[in-house]
Each structure stands twice: as C-alpha cells, then as structure tokens.
C-alpha cells in the first residue's frame, strides 16, 4: 500500500511530453531565428550557423512543420495537466509573500530543492511559460493568417503589432529555458528525475528538525 | 518614365551566381549548423532526402489545411489613403536597377482552359470593370507595407474568356522570368485583381508595368508583376519561388 503513495517526481506521461516538447520548441526557435533574419525588425541578426533549415523556405518549413507537434503536445500537457491533477497539485498559484520569501532565499543559495516539489518562484515560472507559449501559438496563428483570422490579428493590434509580440515571445521563452537550464546545473539529479523514475521527497523528512 | 526605360535588360551572366544561390533545391542537404545538428540527432546527416521529404509532405499537409481554412468572402482588411506607406519598398528576385521595361507590342496572351484565347491588348483591359483597394502586402520574409492599387478584379476577367472555373489553378507568367500560381477559389475572391494602377497612375515598371496580378489573400509573392500570359488549367503549374521550396499555397 505504501508503494502507491510514493509517486515518482515527474509521471512518465510528463517526461515524455517534456522531451518532445523540448524537440518541438527546439525546431521552432532555431528555426524562427533564420525567419528573423529574412527580414530583421530589430538592429541585429542570430549568428547563421544557429539558424535551422539553411534558408528562409527551409526555416518556413520547419517552423510550419514543427508548430503542429508543439501544438500537439501542448493540448495533450494541457489535458493531462487538468485531467491528472497536476497543475491543482503542483502548480498552485503562491502568495506573493511566498515567492517574495522563496526568489530570496533562492538568490542567497538557502533554497533547498526537494525532489517532486515546486518552490513558489518555480510555480510562478513553471505557470508563466505555460502562458508565454499559449499566448505564442496565438500570435504565431495570427501572424500565419492575418486575413483568415483577422479577429485574432486584430486582438493583437495587427498584423505587425503580432509579429513583434511573437518575437517578444521567442525572449521570454529563450529566458526561461537560461534560467532553466542553469537551475538545472545547479541542481543536476534534476536531470535524472525527468529521465527516468525518481521517487518524490517525503515533505516531512525537510519540516523535521534533524 | 524615368530612367528605369532606358536601362539595359539584364543579362543571365550577370544574375547568374545570384540565381544559383537561390536556386537551392533540397533546402537541407549539405547544411550543418547547431539547429540541424541539435534537432536531427539520430538522423543520418550524410542523407538528408528523408527529413526533406519529409517537411515537403508537411508542406502539403499545410497547403490542404490553409485551403481549408480558406473562406472565399472573408475580405482582406482595407485601410485610409493616410495609411499608404511611403516610400513604397520595391521587392522582387532581383534588384531594381534590374527591372525590365514593357517589351513593345506588349500582349496578355491565355492559355489552357479558357473558349476564348484572343490576347488581350492595355485598352481593351481599361475597358473593363475597375476596382480600386488599399490593402497590406505581407511578404513572406515577414515584413508588411500598406499600398493601393486598382485594375480588374480577376473573376470578372476569367469569367470573361470563358475560363473553367471549376479548374483547379490559375498560371501567371511574367516577361522578367518569374511565375506564380494560384488555387481557383483564391482567383474568385473578389479582392483578386489584374491591376493596371498604383497609387492611382499607370504602374511603372518597377510596380509591374503593365499588368500584374495584385492578391491580398496571399503573401506577397503571389502577386506577379510583368504578366505577360495566363493559363487556367487542372496540371499543378509551380512557379518561380514553388519550385524552389515555397509552400504554395502561401495564403494569409
């Protein structure tokens, strides 16, 4: 009985739409920067070597290829995050107090991970960039058919308007991933957990003076 | 007209390495970089033919999903005169000073699926119905300007000559190499124009002269400038960007 209780850190079904998730979102940045540089709005270009697909038709057809297995695995995490109860259970919005007590605490290096529980700053991003990216496919619809959904080009001021928030959007998400990807430097059995089956901390075992 | 006129045809040694450059085909064989290396990993990279055929299978999945998504009443959004961008920017396969002047005894001829092939002479075209439309050109690069055009809207002209308008593809060929086609139900929408004006004059070359086809519903490519034929036909027709790895369908 007490076997059950023990659930691993990440669910399969969360490692494995993780990793695709990584692969999608992968294709569609490296991608997007070789779009950018077509025509860049703002005073700089990516370096051409991160660019994926060797030219803009190239770039296009990755982007346009790799949207639907982003957009696929997104709506599967989105249903499974409800259905499962995982973001009720892990991605409870925080008070403010606490994210104010946690980003300090991570800041000084007094934050201790525990293994299958989100800190209140993780919930505020792990939350947040579930929006940046939904918010992304909607200006990357908007900006893909201007006409045919002009009501959604319109929601977001137009269609030039779309295009720089789907760039502000790439930001935010190459953001995350730094970040991400540092804490998970920091932290580097992290890496294992989101592999393969990692029993989660017993959240006594830290409240317990040792 | 300026000097545009007076300036020599290009020569295809001139454009030549220019056009080989573009004239990639099999857009991913040879390219290494850090988003191929990072995003194929477990793929041969000596063989890319697969993941090219691969993303052109895509590519057509994508076109049936854009045609489906498609609603020929749904109108391009139009603009005020104030919101005309000035300076209009040229865009074509070549630089400007490469634009070909209006060859002499310029005719529109058809082809394909239409009873009546006669060419089609600048006057007769003035003669018909006129539609005039302030719309965005959004190139497919990503950039957009706003500008005004006006001429005949191209379901009045194909129904005209007597085109089958239950073929699938209109076929634009233009006199400074280029080419485009497009999906019937896009040739019907009735912001499709045959333009003979930009910004109320008579098109200069570099805008297209004489003719060219103006189509708000697709990204800029698709509106062919230089016409100088037209062919209604069922047989996929390509064109110039297309063939090269351009999704077709290219609508917005």
Same mark, same amino acid.
């Given at each position: 009985?007490? @076997?059950?209780?023990?659930?691993?850190?990440?669910?399969?079904?969360?490692?494995?739409?993780?990793?695709?998730?990584?692969?999608?979102?992968?294709?569609?940045?490296? #991608?997007?920067?070789?779009?950018?540089?077509?025509?860049?709005?703002?005073?700089?270009?990516?370096? %051409?070597?991160?660019?994926?697909?060797?030219?803009?038709?190239?770039?296009?057809?990755?982007?346009? #290829? %790799?949207?639907?297995?982003?957009?696929?695995?997104?709506?599967?995490?989105? +249903?499974?995050?409800?259905?499962?109860?995982?973001?009720?259970?892990?991605?409870?919005?925080?008070?403010?107090?606490?994210?104010?007590?946690?980003?300090?605490?991570?800041?000084?290096?007094?934050?201790?991970?525990?293994?299958?529980?989100?800190?209140?700053?993780?919930?505020?991003?792990? %939350?947040? +960039? *579930?929006?940046?990216?939904?918010?992304?496919?909607?200006?990357?619809?908007?900006?893909?058919?201007?006409?045919?959904?002009?009501?959604?080009?319109?929601?977001?001021?137009?269609?030039?308007?779309? @295009?720089?928030?789907?760039?502000?959007?790439?930001?935010?998400?190459?953001?995350?991933?730094?970040?991400?990807?540092?804490?998970?430097?920091?932290?580097?059995?992290?890496?294992?957990?989101?592999?393969?089956?990692?029993?989660?901390?017993?959240?006594?075992? /830290?409240?317990?003076?040792? | 007209? #300026?000097?545009?006129? $007076?300036?020599?045809?290009?020569?295809?040694?001139?454009?030549? =390495?220019?056009?080989?450059?573009?004239?990639?085909?099999?857009?991913?064989? $040879?390219?290494?970089?850090?988003?191929?290396?990072?995003?194929?990993?477990?793929?041969?990279?000596?063989? /890319?033919?697969? +993941?090219?055929?691969?993303?052109? %299978?895509?590519?057509?999945?994508?076109?049936?999903?854009?045609?489906?998504?498609?609603?020929?009443?749904?109108?391009?959004?139009?603009?005020?005169?104030?919101? +005309?961008?000035?300076?209009?920017?040229?865009?074509?396969?070549?630089?400007?000073?490469?634009?070909?002047?209006?060859?002499?005894?310029?005719?529109?001829?058809?082809?394909?699926?239409?009873?009546?092939?006669?060419?089609?002479?600048?006057?007769?075209?003035? &003669?018909?119905?006129?539609?005039?439309? *302030?719309? @965005?050109?959004?190139?497919?690069?990503?950039?957009?300007?706003?500008?005004?055009?006006?001429?005949?809207?191209?379901?009045?002209?194909? @129904?005209?000559?007597?085109?089958?308008?239950?073929?699938?593809?209109?076929?634009?060929?233009?006199?400074?190499?280029?080419?485009?086609? *497009?999906?019937?139900?896009? &040739?019907?929408?009735?912001?499709?124009?045959?333009?003979?004006?930009?910004?109320?004059?008579?098109?200069?070359?570099?805008?297209?002269?004489?003719?060219?086809?103006?189509? =708000?519903?697709?990204?800029?490519?698709?509106?062919?400038?230089?016409?100088?034929?037209?062919?209604?036909? $069922?047989?996929?027709?390509?064109?110039?960007?297309?063939?090269?790895?351009?999704?077709?369908?290219?609508?917005?």
């Amino acid at each position: 009985m007490d @076997r059950h209780k023990t659930r691993p850190a990440h669910p399969v079904a969360i490692r494995i739409m993780h990793w695709i998730g990584v692969y999608a979102m992968g294709c569609m940045i490296f #991608s997007g920067w070789e779009i950018y540089n077509a025509s860049p709005s703002l005073p700089f270009m990516f370096p %051409a070597w991160t660019g994926l697909g060797g030219w803009l038709g190239g770039a296009l057809a990755w982007h346009l #290829s %790799a949207m639907w297995l982003l957009f696929a695995d997104g709506i599967a995490y989105l +249903i499974y995050g409800f259905a499962s109860g995982h973001f009720r259970r892990d991605l409870k919005p925080p008070r403010p107090a606490e994210v104010g007590h946690d980003l300090v605490a991570a800041l000084r290096a007094r934050l201790k991970h525990r293994m299958g529980h989100y800190n209140a700053v993780q919930r505020v991003l792990y %939350a947040g +960039i *579930i929006v940046v990216i939904m918010l992304q496919v909607m200006t990357g619809l908007a900006i893909w058919k201007p006409v045919q959904f002009g009501w959604l080009a319109g929601l977001f001021g137009g269609y030039p308007i779309a @295009r720089g928030i789907h760039l502000t959007g790439m930001f935010c998400i190459v953001a995350f991933v730094l970040v991400h990807v540092a804490m998970v430097a920091i932290h580097p059995s992290t890496l294992k957990s989101m592999i393969v089956s990692v029993p989660t901390e017993k959240e006594e075992a /830290h409240e317990r003076p040792a | 007209m #300026s000097g545009q006129r $007076n300036k020599p045809a290009v020569s295809m040694a001139e454009i030549r =390495p220019e056009l080989a450059r573009l004239r990639r085909r099999g857009f991913l064989r $040879n390219v290494l970089s850090l988003g191929s290396l990072t995003m194929l990993t477990g793929c041969d990279l000596s063989t /890319h033919s697969g +993941i090219d055929g691969a993303l052109e %299978a895509i590519e057509r999945f994508d076109d049936r999903v854009q045609a489906a998504l498609f609603n020929p009443h749904r109108l391009a959004e139009t603009y005020p005169a104030s919101a +005309i961008t000035h300076p209009f920017r040229f865009n074509a396969y070549y630089a400007e000073w490469q634009v070909r002047p209006v060859p002499d005894n310029w005719v529109l001829n058809l082809s394909g699926l239409v009873t009546d092939r006669s060419p089609w002479k600048l006057p007769a075209l003035m &003669a018909l119905p006129q539609q005039g439309q *302030i719309t @965005r050109h959004i190139c497919i690069e990503g950039w957009s300007q706003i500008g005004q055009w006006s001429g005949v809207p191209l379901g009045v002209f194909l @129904r005209r000559i007597g085109a089958d308008l239950s073929a699938r593809y209109v076929y634009f060929k233009c006199f400074d190499g280029y080419s485009t086609s *497009i999906d019937m139900a896009s &040739a019907l929408q009735p912001q499709t124009i045959l333009a003979l004006d930009f910004e109320e004059k008579p098109l200069a070359p570099q805008w297209g002269a004489p003719l060219r086809l103006r189509i =708000p519903t697709k990204l800029g490519f698709k509106s062919a400038k230089n016409l100088e034929a037209i062919e209604v036909t $069922n047989k996929y027709p390509g064109g110039y960007w297309e063939d090269q790895g351009y999704d077709w369908f290219a609508g917005v």
